[in-house]
């Protein structure tokens, strides 16, 4: 048995290391605009050249960082969570709502009841049940002694302690849905700017490989070309 020969590594023109053929890409595969940012840092990049998928990884992340910084001006934390999720290939969606019931305390729990069973139909319709009920009692003459008669003391400072209550309650669940929907828009932001960049990137790969594809048949047709005039030659 003759013993396997071992697979030739491609050397990266970035590092110099060695690297299987399935962990480089090749300078065709590359796009214009990372094959300059390789040019500039690394002269003599050129067809027939190599580069790790590591190293290339770190040149995309400067070219978008390049593009956003031109686009934009100074990029913000969004803008680089977008770019580290670019060259670690990772998805940027987060589940916010289930990443939030988690760590919501009784307190808030309470407030967003509190809150949704003072906006519906259910709280009004049985408020004021409650206070037809509260005045016909003091009103009409069911009890003897009524307790609170009219002008209705008591209704009042309940009716007082209840706004009172009640608005501080509201305002805890308002602002706990403000930081909710200021988190829904950090990351549609972020999953809008992703797409933006990789469908760029993808509309550059394809013109770059519609490029190579025709400078490719136009080598064809011309070594058909001459393959015709040569036989038209030996015709003669």
Request: hydrophobic share 40%; proline share 3%; with cysteine.
């Amino acid at each position: 048995m003759t013993a396997s020969k071992p697979k030739q590594k491609i050397t990266c023109h970035v590092c110099g290391q060695g690297f299987p053929a399935a962990q480089v890409v090749s300078w065709g595969s590359v796009r214009p605009g990372v094959s300059n940012l390789i040019t500039q840092s690394h002269p003599g990049w050129e067809q027939g050249k190599h580069i790790c998928r590591e190293d290339l990884a770190v040149f995309r992340r400067s070219y978008v960082e390049n593009l956003l910084a031109n686009e934009r001006g100074e990029l913000g934390e969004l803008d680089r969570q977008v770019i580290d999720s670019l060259q670690s290939g990772q998805l940027i969606t987060q589940h916010l709502i289930d990443g939030e019931s988690d760590q919501i305390s009784f307190g808030g729990r309470a407030a967003d009841r509190v809150a949704s069973f003072g906006g519906s139909w259910t709280f009004i319709i049985l408020f004021v049940t409650v206070l037809l009920c509260w005045m016909a009692l003091n009103v009409v003459g069911i009890l003897a002694h009524p307790f609170d008669p009219y002008p209705f003391i008591l209704l009042n400072l309940a009716l007082s302690s209840l706004a009172a209550l009640q608005a501080p309650v509201i305002m805890m669940s308002q602002r706990r849905q403000e930081t909710k929907d200021r988190l829904r828009g950090e990351n549609d932001y972020r999953v809008n700017l992703k797409a933006e960049l990789e469908i760029r990137q993808l509309h550059e790969k394809i013109d770059h490989q519609l490029a190579h594809q025709w400078e490719k048949l136009a080598e064809l047709q011309q070594i058909q070309i001459e393959l015709l005039e040569e036989r038209a030659r030996d015709d003669r």
